[in-house]
């Protein structure tokens, strides 16, 4: 057995309202390689969520 950890690349995008989080992250699954599959979680507080409805959920990207 492999005693070596997995290394997976991470992205944090963090800011306050309105800043450009959502843009940013919009941008970047627009470039995203087919080949990949990437996985957003969206850490939102409120009783709407707005930014998880403005995420695509379409073949290898899993938004939560």
């Given at each position: ?8 690349p ?20 627009a ?34």
């Open positions: 057995m492999n005693d070596q950890k997995r290394k997976i991470t992205n944090i995008i963090t800011g306050f309202l309105g800043v450009g989080k959502t843009t940013a992250i919009n941008a970047m699954l470039s995203k390689p087919e080949s990949e599959s990437w996985a957003i979680l969206v850490n939102e507080f409120g009783q709407v969520g707005i930014d998880q409805e403005m995420l695509p959920d379409n073949d290898g990207v899993y938004v939560k």
